[in-house]
């Protein structure tokens, strides 16, 4: 669902109110990478999958589901944890601020 409009209880407009709206649940979704780095996005849950892009400092990335993977020492921690962001698209949990060292998705 997507907010396009609000209305008040009077009938008026809040159009400058929707884009804060929007933002918020988008970023309500959606997981910071860590600050001051750019993130590889490669084609499989390990260090030896391709690198299929990269993520630019202060991305967000909405994880789909998690797999074990290769282990990865990043700014949160250790982890074999790897996110799903899209179809053959994975990051280490490692760069990923998700507030737990755990599984915050369903296994892919």
Avoid: F
């Avoid at 396009?4 to 209880?9: F, I, V």
């Avoid at 020492?73 to 982890?79: A, F, K, M, N, R």
């Avoid at 074999?80 to 962001?85: L, S």
């Amino acid at each position: 669902m997507s907010v396009d409009q609000l209305t008040d209880a009077t009938g008026g407009d809040e159009k400058a109110t929707t884009g804060a709206v929007t933002t918020a649940a988008a970023a309500a979704g959606s997981y910071p990478v860590a600050p001051g780095y750019r993130l590889n996005v490669r084609s499989g849950p390990g260090t030896g999958h391709s690198i299929v892009r990269t993520l630019p400092e202060g991305s967000r990335v909405r994880i789909h589901c998690q797999t074990p993977g290769t282990r990865v020492s990043g700014p949160y921690g250790t982890s074999n944890v790897w996110d799903c962001i899209g179809s053959g698209q994975y990051v280490s949990d490692a760069y990923v601020r998700t507030g737990s060292d755990g599984y915050v998705a369903p296994r892919c």
